[in-house]
């Protein structure tokens, strides 16, 4: 069974998601490239993907820890387990 099915979505409207329905929004970014090769454009278009999840993906990982070391302090304090 399709998700579609499942979620009992009609085949005419659809079923659409804008932004606003993150509960967080999303950072968008538009990046030009001018490149006329069609390989040489993806290559590009890749290596500055690449660049960008590296550069945050640090950047979650210590959100990440803060938001463990919080449940800790919060489970530690309350006596609850987060």
Known sequence: MEASQ???VS???GLFFDSS???VPLA???IGIS?????ARNDLLNEICYKKVVY??????IVGER??????I????LGKRW
Do not use: G, V
Not at 67 to 72: A, F, G, K
């Open 28 to 30: 968008q970014q538009y």
């Open 21 to 23: 329905y993150c509960p």
């Open 56 to 61: 945050i993906a640090p950047l979650k990982a």
């Open 35 to 39: 490149e006329q090769n069609f390989a």
């Open 11 to 13: 085949p005419e409207t």
């Open 74 to 77: 919060l489970s530690l304090s």
């Open 6 to 8: 499942f979620l009992r």
């Open 67 to 72: 938001m463990n070391d919080w449940r800790s």
